[in-house]
């Protein structure tokens, strides 16, 4: 079993920065690949972005690229998420998955979920 936390939601202004961290507990946690991924108000949810357990790989949605930076430290068993240059159109509601595979940008492959976080963007 892995339990994953969020925190680092909050509000910000738009073209500010804000950095989500996503702390995991449980058995062999670090075998884990991780991803991110959000669900605006009234829509669906969305990969964000995902990370390899060693690190070494990243994948990122469109929306994001240029923009955010997912990454990891496995001797703390946290995983990052650095949102710079945010836009209104990031406020959402964030979640941390991991899954035993390969970093992926498809939800359906992760097992364990976090609780989430809230981003809030103000224009």
């Known amino acids: 079993?892995?339990?994953?936390?969020e925190s680092g939601g909050g509000l910000v202004q738009?073209?500010?920065?804000?950095?989500?961290?996503?702390?995991?507990?449980g058995r062999t946690s670090n075998v884990y690949a991780m991803g991110w991924f959000r669900q605006p108000p009234?829509?669906?949810?969305?990969?964000?972005?995902?990370?390899?357990?060693?690190?070494?790989?990243t994948q990122y949605a469109d929306s994001v690229k240029g923009r955010f930076t997912i990454s990891?430290?496995?001797?703390?068993?946290?995983?990052?998420?650095?949102?710079?240059k945010v836009k209104p159109e990031d406020t959402a509601v964030y979640y941390c998955a991991a899954e035993r595979g390969?970093?992926?940008l498809d939800s359906s492959a992760y097992d364990y979920w976090g609780q989430g976080t809230q981003v809030t963007v103000s224009s």
Do not use: F, H, P
């Open 72 to 84: 990891r430290d496995n001797a703390k068993n946290v995983v990052y998420l650095q949102m710079n």
């Open 42 to 57: 009234g829509k669906e949810r969305e990969s964000v972005a995902a990370i390899s357990w060693s690190g070494g790989s």
């Open 1 to 5: 079993q892995v339990q994953l936390k």
């Open 14 to 25: 738009a073209g500010g920065s804000l950095r989500l961290s996503c702390a995991a507990s």
């Open 102 to 104: 390969l970093a992926t």
